[in-house]
């Protein structure tokens, strides 16, 4: 079993649409939990972080951590179709852990 | 200006032959990674160098060896390369000391061995 699983996808949806992705794992001792956006043919890049558990909102997206579920998620709101790529969950035991834990990533195609 | 830059973009090689891919950074950071993404998109670490010293390498065939000249740099040479190696090899960067989980990636290198 992986320490970090991500739900498979691939995911469509029309312009406009909420988007929810997710990712579970194993390591209770997880601390910062991590979603990056892929482009095709580009490089992993980090849309935003999270330590411990609760909510982050960064304009459209919204990241939650439910820690006692081992569960995580990202929402896109109004998604554009810009919003479409890979979206790979990541995970850190601290914020020195050089270390991160990926999972396999969610391809999202978003429809105009 | 680019961030973390890799060359080549594309590798198309035979097997057993060897090869190298170079890594360079602008960014400051202090702490370099190299990753392997297989063709379902799966993210692995394979090394890491922090100020010029290995501090991370995974259980990685020892075909695989990474050289960190300096900090800004980063280089990986594969030999005898396998047909198993094919996948897009990324080069990533950080600061260390409180945000590691904050990654600058490369553009990748694509390797196809035939």
């Known amino acids: 079993q992986k320490e970090v699983e991500q739900d498979p996808g691939p995911l469509s949806v029309p312009e406009g649409a909420i988007v929810s992705l997710n990712c579970t794992y194993s390591?209770?001792?997880?601390?910062?939990f991590m979603w990056y956006r892929q482009y095709s043919r580009k490089g992993p890049e980090l849309l935003m972080y999270?330590?411990?558990?609760g909510n982050k909102e960064d304009g459209r997206f919204t990241a939650q951590v439910d820690k006692s579920s081992k569960y995580i998620s990202l929402f896109i709101r109004d998604s554009q179709p810009s919003d479409s790529a890979t979206y790979l969950c990541?995970?850190?035991?601290?914020?020195?852990?050089?270390?991160?834990?990926f999972g396999a990533g969610t391809t999202v195609t978003v429809r105009a | 200006d680019t961030a973390v830059s890799q060359t080549p973009k594309y590798l198309v090689t035979q097997m057993g032959n060897d090869k190298s891919i170079k890594c360079e950074q602008n960014?400051?950071?202090?702490?370099m990674y190299w990753y392997k993404q297989d063709s379902k998109k799966f993210l692995k670490i394979m090394f890491s160098?922090?100020?010029?010293?290995?501090?991370i390498n995974e259980t990685v065939p020892n075909r695989f060896s990474p050289k960190s000249p300096d900090k800004a740099h980063l280089n990986l040479h594969i030999n005898s390369l396998e047909l198993g190696d094919s996948a897009v090899y990324f080069c990533?960067?950080?600061?260390?000391?409180?945000?590691?989980?904050?990654?600058?990636f490369g553009p990748g290198t694509r390797l196809t061995v035939t």
């Open positions: 990533a960067s950080s600061h260390s000391g409180g945000r590691t989980y904050e990654q600058y």
């Open positions: 390591n209770s001792a997880f601390q910062y």
């Open positions: 999270t330590y411990s558990s």
């Open positions: 990541a995970m850190s035991v601290s914020s020195n852990d050089y270390k991160l834990s």
């Open positions: 960014l400051g950071h202090d702490t």
């Open positions: 160098y922090n100020n010029k010293e290995l501090i």
